[in-house]
């Protein structure tokens, strides 16, 4: 059974898994971790444990971080700061309009990476020639996206917790307006934005529940049946599972369980065909349906042990102007030519 820790970077950073190999640190302690440009230190933030699945491919620990390590570590926190400083006087100077995210310094290169954000594409040589002659080292500058820039960065979200970006996730999937829609938000672009400007990421978290749920309870205006009487469905609740009828009689609203809808409707379904099934049962088997306690489905009944103006409108295009026409005319006794008497 494999072991495995959890290391950073920078406080409240982005997390790092890694192999312990044969150390132990605990909680705070500075560790030593092999990257690209060599064994960098970083702190501790899990204790090793141990992991049930096997994990492998993780970086293992190159050891405990000594005193020159941490020397090291500070002197390139230092240039890094340098660096900052610098860039934004000379982008100051040369009127550059873009925006410093963050600083990487290797050391044994003597190489900063710097990392800016922008609308659009600069022209940064004369920057690049006056960073390198003020910071005697070679420099590489790269522009990030917005949200890249957020990962960097870092920040609270709207929900009070440091960004996903920053902390856990590893790739951006794709984020569109339609699952704001499904999610029934409001589309006002500082109420489903996240830090870096563009759609949150946890629209895409609860996304697939919503999914599920609109395609097992009944859509909303659905015709239903409940122990308090027949009713429409006008909304869902999909965090607590349910959907709010508005009934019939006294237009009281009621809540049932999107389990009760579902598993009724199935089962009326499966026991009354239709009238073309073998099995088809008097229309009487409704109203033992309805008194099971349970919400059922009248969609799933047949046209005949309906109302001739359900029945109307059941059978009219679906579209609200031609049914509020049919609901009219049934009310005034007047027959619609497009339905067959």
């Not at 150390?23 to 064994?39: E, H, M, Q, R």
């Not at 609109?214 to 239903?224: F, L, Q, R, S, T």
Request: net charge positive; aromatic share 4%; glycine share 8%.
């Amino acid at each position: 059974m494999p072991m495995m820790c959890a290391v950073t970077f920078s406080p409240r950073g982005r997390l790092f898994y890694a192999d312990p190999g044969q150390y132990s640190p605990k909680i705070g302690d500075k560790v030593l971790i092999p990257t690209d440009a060599g064994s960098e230190v970083a702190e501790c933030i899990w204790a090793p444990q141990w992991v049930s699945e096997d994990i492998g491919g993780l970086p293992v620990l190159t050891g405990m971080a000594q005193a020159a390590d941490l020397e090291r570590h500070a002197v390139s926190r230092r240039r890094r700061a340098q660096a900052r400083v610098a860039a934004k006087r000379l982008i100051r100077e040369h009127e550059l309009p873009m925006k410093v995210v963050g600083v990487d310094y290797i050391q044994a290169d003597s190489m900063f990476t710097i990392y800016f954000s922008a609308d659009h594409r600069i022209d940064f040589r004369a920057l690049v020639r006056d960073l390198a002659r003020t910071l005697a080292a070679r420099i590489d500058l790269r522009q990030l996206s917005a949200r890249d820039s957020a990962r960097i960065q870092g920040g609270i979200g709207s929900c009070g917790r440091d960004l996903c970006c920053a902390t856990f996730l590893t790739d951006f999937e794709p984020v569109t307006i339609r699952m704001a829609k499904d999610q029934d938000l409001p589309l006002n672009p500082m109420k489903i934005s996240g830090a870096c400007g563009r759609l949150m990421c946890c629209l895409r978290y609860e996304h697939p529940l919503y999914e599920q749920f609109k395609a097992e309870a009944p859509a909303v205006g659905a015709k239903v049946r409940t122990p308090a009487g027949d009713g429409r469905v006008i909304s869902h609740d999909v965090p607590r599972d349910q959907v709010t009828v508005k009934l019939d009689a006294g237009g009281e609203r009621c809540s049932c369980s999107r389990a009760s809808v579902c598993g009724s409707r199935k089962a009326y379904e499966a026991a009354h065909p239709g009238p073309d099934g073998p099995d088809a049962t008097p229309a009487g088997a409704a109203a033992a349906e309805a008194g099971s306690g349970t919400l059922t489905d009248i969609a799933a009944a047949p046209l005949t042990t309906r109302d001739p103006t359900t029945a109307a409108v059941a059978a009219a295009p679906h579209n609200a102007r031609t049914r509020r026409r049919l609901r009219r005319q049934a009310a005034h006794g007047q027959p619609d030519p497009d339905v067959p008497s």
